[in-house]
Every structure is written in C-alpha cells, then in structure tokens.
C-alpha cells in the first residue's frame, strides 16, 4: 500500500472514531432538567440576601422629590435700600405647567418670592390665589424645568392613624430634607400661638417638622400627597417639634386651585 493510500485509511478512521464518540456523547448526555417553582423561589430569595432594597420611606421621596420646592419669601430691610429675606419655607408642584401649593405665611406680605426647583433652577413666582382659612397660597413659577413632574395626590378619606407618611421640605432652610413618621390622628384643631389663625380637620402626625417645613408635602409610602404641612404644637418659646405637627389635606389644598376634591 503506497504512502499517500495508507494516510487516507488514517483520516478515514480518525473522522470515524470522533462521529463515534460524538455520537455517543449526545446520547449519554443527560436531558436538560426543567426549572421548577422552587428554583424560582431560590433565585428570588439569594437575590433580596445579596441586594440590599431601599426603605418604602426612601421610595417615597424618590418619588416625590422631583415636584418639592424651595419657597423664598422677600422684603426690603427697614431703609427701604436693600433687600433681606422674609421667610423660607416649601412647595409642592401639583401642576406641571408651575403651579405651586404653598403655606400662606410663607409668603404672604412679601414684595418679591423666589422658587428653586429641584433640578436646581430658581425663578420667580407670583401668588394666583389663596384660601387663608386654610393657609395655603397658590404660586405660579414664572419658569420651569423642561421635565418638571407634578405631584401625585391622594384622598386622606382612607387614612387611618399609624398609617406611614414622609414630610419633605427645607426646615431650616436645610434640604430638602426628610423625616419619617406615622399618622397620629384626623380631624384635629389648631390655634396659633398668637391667636390669629384657628384650623380645622387637620392630619396630625409625628414626622419631624420644624420651621421651612411649611408648604411642603406630607407624603403616603406610595409618595402620593395627602397633605400639606402648615403647623407644629408647641407650647414652649423654642417653637421646635416636639411630635406633634399638623397637615391640610390634600382636598382642601387641591380645591383651592380649582381641582376636584376626589
């Protein structure tokens, strides 16, 4: 047998010898093994160990968040030379196009109010309404973020004491800042401690509030508003938060714009 006959019958039984072991590779190999509902349940169950969630307080301001403002109220010094600021306080978009719930007392008497948005642009606003029996004003922001979102609103007609809510607003003039708390009670009273301003059928609750948060948002774990916070009780000269604050429901706040009441 010449050379080149005897290196063909070689190829010939090294192809055959590798279709023969393929072959019976496939058929040992076993059969791929259905997921079960278990191997669902495992899955899911290494994912929330090795993952840590965010906190449905944290949900709720991420949610919120984009529609909270900062609500700066300006007036001239005693000279009539320079201007100083007023107050600080918080708002919240409800409609996309810059209308903004405030609390009154934040700017009511101011000569020129200021908003910053939260993507950081500060414009003008100028007060389109109000309801004082309630404290609220409504602003109009003269400018507004291209991608400006307005708040989601709830009906507080099912919430119920120890529900979860979140306060956001700029206490102090720090923030936006959050606090955490439940719903301690509905259908409160409050007078003020001058006497000037007495409300009704207010949500207590027990987030920490103090003055700045007024005007802003009192938030579900869903980060829909229910309310907006306009008081803290507080006997003592510090007029700091001692746990007990007081919101304007949404359908007060709302149907001072002229929006449905639910």
Do not use: C
């Amino acid at each position: 047998m010449s050379k080149h006959s005897l290196r063909a019958l070689w190829t010939a039984i090294v192809v055959l010898t590798a279709l023969l072991l393929t072959s019976l590779w496939l058929h040992q190999r076993p059969a791929a093994r259905k997921i079960t509902q278990d191997d669902i349940d495992a899955a899911v169950l290494r994912t929330l160990e090795t993952n840590t969630l965010p906190s449905a307080a944290a949900r709720a301001v991420e949610t919120v968040a984009p529609s909270v403002v900062r609500v700066v109220g300006y007036s001239s010094s005693s000279t009539g030379k320079k201007e100083v600021g007023r107050s600080v306080g918080t708002g919240v978009v409800i409609v996309d196009k810059g209308i903004i719930l405030t609390n009154l007392h934040v700017v009511q008497g101011a000569e020129r109010i200021t908003i910053t948005f939260h993507d950081g642009l500060e414009t003008t606003a100028s007060i389109t309404g109000m309801q004082a029996e309630n404290d609220l004003a409504v602003l109009q922001a003269h400018k507004v973020p291209d991608d400006l979102q307005a708040a989601a609103l709830r009906s507080t007609q099912d919430l119920r004491p120890g529900d979860q809510v979140v306060a956001i607003g700029f206490p102090f003039g720090i923030g936006p800042s959050a606090s955490a708390g439940v719903v301690s009670g509905l259908k409160r009273e409050f007078t003020s401690p001058e006497g000037k301003q007495q409300m009704s059928n207010l949500v207590q609750f027990d987030a920490a509030a103090n003055s700045g948060n007024s005007g802003g948002p009192l938030v579900t774990m869903d980060g829909e508003v229910v309310g907006i916070v306009t008081a803290i009780l507080n006997p003592t000269p510090a007029r700091t938060f001692i746990g007990i604050g007081f919101a304007v429901p949404i359908e007060n706040a709302a149907s001072a714009v002229g929006m449905s009441p639910f």
